[in-house]
């Protein structure tokens, strides 16, 4: 796509694509308990449930569900088509339980509904109005015993434990081997990031009619979110 028309979001992704997947454990120092927690809260009744991970990215996510439910239809949907093509030469872009949208996921009319809706570390780069909108939204596209999980960063609850957060991870991901090229590029995205309270957040989640809220995990600034649809 011609530059001028992509989003900050989508140009700094399609940027990373290639090198996403070999940076995230050492970008994220709770990589493992992270994404395993988050994983194991989708649950379903249906052994074929139908998932939807918003921003999903290169898949990161969608693989912790798919081992969880090899025969899911899942459903990723990301800005960016250049990480959607790493995700497409992970599972294979001819899956037939797979499809792959390249688009806004606020925006993007939803033809059906879902037994679990799961994201992780992308709603953090909406606004906050637009975080509680789609909340609403989610919970609407979800069907009855419906989950939804949300795993990400949020802001300190005070300026002085945002600080401790950003400066913890700053110095473990500098103690890392990736390359100042790297760690100068994570620093630059970090500008696009919008974090919003987890308090606030639950209170949202609540809003939009989710039972059962609750942050299941947290290190640091980095979050699990889970909500259920009764
Ligand atoms: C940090 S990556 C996370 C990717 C993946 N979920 C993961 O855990 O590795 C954030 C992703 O969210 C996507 N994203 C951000 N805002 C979006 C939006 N409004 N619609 C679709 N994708 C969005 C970006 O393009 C990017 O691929």
């Known amino acids: 796509m011609n530059d001028s028309k992509r989003s900050p979001i989508q140009s700094k992704f399609d940027e990373v694509a290639a090198n996403y997947d070999g940076q995230r454990k050492k970008l994220i120092p ?9 994983a194991s809260l989708i ?20 693989r912790f569900a798919l081992e969880r439910y090899p025969d899911a239809n899942l459903t990723l949907i990301d800005l960016s088509e250049a990480m959607l ?9 001819d ?6 949208i390249a688009g806004d996921y606020f925006h993007y009319d939803y033809p059906v509904s879902y037994d679990c809706i799961i994201s992780s570390l992308s709603i953090h780069h909406l606004e906050d109005e637009e975080k509680e ?21 949020v802001l300190g609850s005070t300026p002085y434990l945002d600080q ?3 400066s913890d991870w700053q110095e473990k991901i500098e103690r890392t081997d990736l390359s100042r090229d790297a760690l100068t590029a994570a620093y630059e995205r970090t500008k696009l990031d919008k974090m919003a309270p987890l308090d606030q957040q639950l209170g949202w989640l609540r809003k939009a009619g989710f039972s059962d809220t609750d942050c299941v995990y947290k290190y640091y600034n980095f979050v699990v979110m889970y909500g259920r649809k009764l």
Not at 138 to 153: E, H, R, S, T
Request: with cysteine; net charge negative; aromatic share 14%.
């Open 133 to 153: 909108a789609l909340y609403r939204r989610v919970y609407q596209l979800l069907k009855p015993g419906g989950i939804f999980v949300n795993a990400d960063q």
């Open 30 to 38: 709770c990589f493992d308990d992270f994404y395993q927690i988050a």
């Open 43 to 62: 649950q379903a009744e249906d052994s074929a449930p139908h998932i939807l991970d918003l921003g999903a990215g290169t898949g990161l996510f969608s």
């Open 85 to 93: 093509d790493v995700a497409k030469a992970r599972f294979g872009a």
């Open 164 to 166: 401790l957060y950003r």
């Open 95 to 100: 899956h037939p339980h797979i499809t792959y």
